[in-house]
């Protein structure tokens, strides 16, 4: 199969119906692809990922000009399927002795894996040997088809996480945040959301010729088995898009049969591959540009990739997504500032756009979720910019120092030595920046108005932050501590707790900087 040729990306069409397509359709204007139809989540954002790389490598605009043209028209699906053959011999999903999309060129042997383990949250070799793969089963996916298979190996490569001795984990770091800008309209197609993440050749090098610095599977692996590395200096810049760490190829079966992720008769399936360690060995300061990272504030270190967070994606990770987080170094990705700082300009009067995060929380090896969000985005000057950074900081730092008193006299109304208490307690974290989000981005979107209007944002912004961090904290509390059966209840220690919080919650340094700036800017 050849993923630039042939029809293996299951969408939505604009009428409804389900279908599958080659690359190149998603230009088509007559009832066009609205979304894509991926079995699993993190196949969905990886189709996403996979289809705007292939319209940085293969249809990059000139400008921001064309770019913009392309917005309010797509391309004639046959031009954009010109375009794309050119890179269609580096698309073949099988060959005997040829190249193949993201797998070792020459891989004379390898460890034979069942095609589960191409499947991050797949249980590991350690973990079938001792028997203890209780809550993700073996056995769940023992033959995928081929756009199953692709689409796998692709997520494999792009979020590869530690994989043992020598299975080098992706470009971003294992379990790496992608962040994507999507259009607000409900009306917009496939085409709209993908090109709204491609670069002009203004601000990523186009490609001048199919080659391995691009796409390493076109040429011999660069392995690492002597501690050899491959910094951004190596290769071109593109090849941020088509990262290969580990060294894999696909074992094909002619017997037919039905796909055990998506269900699908297929002609062929795949059950198996060989894999071997010391494949590509990414190191150095890269920057995918459709992921935030934490730059060293000392500018020591290389930047990290932003990973999925336990407990989820809240408004608390806004920030560094969106904008800057300058307490810490987050930075958003730069297809995000690229929107923030130009392109919104061009559709802010056609609807604007929004966050799409997606990721894994990772331990280690272990994928424990898949998180998944969507937040605002706005176009901002560079003073609107450096307002709104500020001034989200400070809502953010309050919500922050709230949920550590929090955490702390639920603890102490819960056990009479809550010094000596174990025990996790990111669920009442968790409840708190729920509770509070809804508000939170209710104010973020006066303030982006208001981010052009002064120094200072409005008092009753400072003022509604504080009643609604007062009132979610105080709910959450009494939720947690008063659910209980009403014998098993130690009321004194639950109302001295209680006490103790508002205390610590108003005699706080930085909830009281909140309430100053409240006070201050209604007296003036």
């Known amino acids: 199969m050849n993923l630039v040729t042939e029809k293996w990306i299951p969408v939505i069409r604009q009428n409804g119906q389900n279908d599958w397509i080659a690359p190149w359709q998603i230009g088509e204007i007559e009832n066009p692809v609205i979304e894509i139809n991926a079995p699993r989540p993190d196949f969905q954002g990886a189709l996403y990922q996979f289809l705007i790389g292939l319209l940085q490598t293969g249809f990059v605009p000139e400008d921001e000009e064309q770019w913009l043209e392309h917005w309010e028209e797509a391309p004639d699906a046959t031009n954009l399927q010109g375009r794309f053959s050119s890179l269609s011999p580096a698309f073949e999903l099988t060959s005997d002795n040829g190249p193949v999309f993201l797998q070792d060129l020459a891989l004379p042997d390898g460890e034979v894996k069942p095609i589960a383990a191409l499947l991050i949250e797949a249980p590991g070799g350690k973990t079938l040997k001792d028997n203890l793969d209780h809550f993700i089963k073996r056995g769940s996916a023992n033959q995928l088809c081929p756009s199953c298979a692709a689409i796998a190996l692709f997520t494999l490569q792009t979020n ?28 917009t197609t496939l085409w709209q959301k993908l090109w709204l993440n491609v670069f002009n050749q203004e601000d990523l090098q186009p490609l001048d010729k199919l080659e391995n610095a691009v796409m390493p599977w076109l040429g011999k692996t660069r392995t690492s088995e002597k501690g050899q590395i491959t910094t951004p200096a190596d290769v071109h810049p593109l090849h941020a898009y088509w990262g290969m760490p580990r060294r894999i190829r696909l074992s094909e079966t ?81 297809i995000v500032r690229h929107y923030s700082q130009e392109r919104g300009r061009m559709l802010a009067d056609r609807g604007g756009a929004a966050l799409w995060c997606f990721g894994y929380d990772m331990d280690n090896m272990k994928a424990r979720c898949w998180y998944e969000a969507r937040f605002p ?20 730092d309050a919500a922050r120092e709230t949920v550590k008193i929090l955490r702390g006299e639920v603890k102490a109304a819960w056990f009479r030595r809550p010094e000596d208490a174990k025990g996790d307690m990111s669920q009442i974290d968790s409840q708190f920046w729920q509770a509070s989000e809804a508000e939170f981005f209710r104010l973020l979107e006066r303030l982006a108005v208001f981010s052009d209007g002064g120094d200072m944002a409005p008092a009753d912004i400072y003022a509604d932050w504080f009643a609604a961090l007062r009132s979610q904290m105080t709910e959450v509390f009494e939720v947690a501590t008063l659910s209980a059966n009403p014998e098993d209840l130690d009321l004194k220690r639950i109302i001295n707790a209680r006490k103790s919080m508002l205390g610590r919650f108003h005699g706080n340094k930085i909830i009281k900087q909140l309430k100053t700036h409240a006070k201050t800017e209604e007296a003036a």
């Open 254 to 334: 002619s017997e037919p049969g039905a796909c055990d992720l998506c269900g699908c008769d297929a002609e062929s399936l795949f059950r198996e591959y060989r894999t071997k360690n010391y494949g590509t060995n990414y190191d150095g300061a890269w920057q995918h540009p459709l992921t935030p990272y934490r730059h060293d504030i000392k500018k020591v270190n290389p930047p990290l990739s932003l990973k999925g967070q336990q407990g989820g994606l809240g408004y608390r990770h806004w920030l560094g997504m969106a904008l800057q987080d300058d307490s810490n170094g987050d930075k958003a990705a730069q």
């Open 160 to 187: 590869a996480p530690s994989g043992g001795v020598g299975h080098r984990v992706g470009l971003r770091g294992g379990g790496p945040l992608t962040t994507l800008v999507i259009p607000k309209a409900t009306q």
């Open 377 to 396: 985005v706005f176009y901002l000057s560079a003073q609107q910019q450096h307002n709104l950074v500020g001034w989200a900081g400070e809502l953010i």
